[in-house]
Nanobody, 124 residues
């Protein structure tokens, strides 16, 4: 099993930027597509975006398209979420997760393993 640890969260003003990291250990990281989700208090977990195993194909939720960018460095076993032009509604706990099937999925149940999450708070 792959273990995931997110980092890089914090407090930022609206319009600012943050870069989240998700470090993986365990089985071969490069064999998994990776995704990011977020969950705000009282809301369901929401898909943010995902990246393929090696060629770097990505897809995003409409709410973050053009503002957020996912990348990965398989040599460092790490996936990143660059978040720009942050808005108060981006405030949530952000999770990374891995999957091997259903490319294009946005469903949490399709992701087989998860990190513990990192808090992002955007002040207005």
């Amino acid at each position: 099993q792959v273990q995931l640890v997110e980092s890089g969260g914090g407090l930022v003003q609206a319009g600012g930027s943050l870069r989240l990291s998700c470090a993986a250990s365990g089985r071969t990281f490069s064999g998994y597509a990776m995704g990011w989700f977020r969950q705000a208090p009282g809301k369901e977990r929401e898909f943010v975006g995902a990246i393929s195993q090696s060629v770097g194909k990505t897809y995003y939720a409409d709410s973050v398209k053009g503002r957020f960018t996912i990348s990965r460095d398989n040599a460092k076993n790490t996936v990143y979420l660059q978040m720009n032009s942050l808005k108060p509604e981006d405030t949530a706990v952000y999770y990374c997760a891995g999957f091997t099937t259903h490319w294009g999925t946005r469903t949490p149940a399709d992701f087989g393993f998860w990190g513990q999450g990192t808090q992002v708070t955007v002040s207005s």
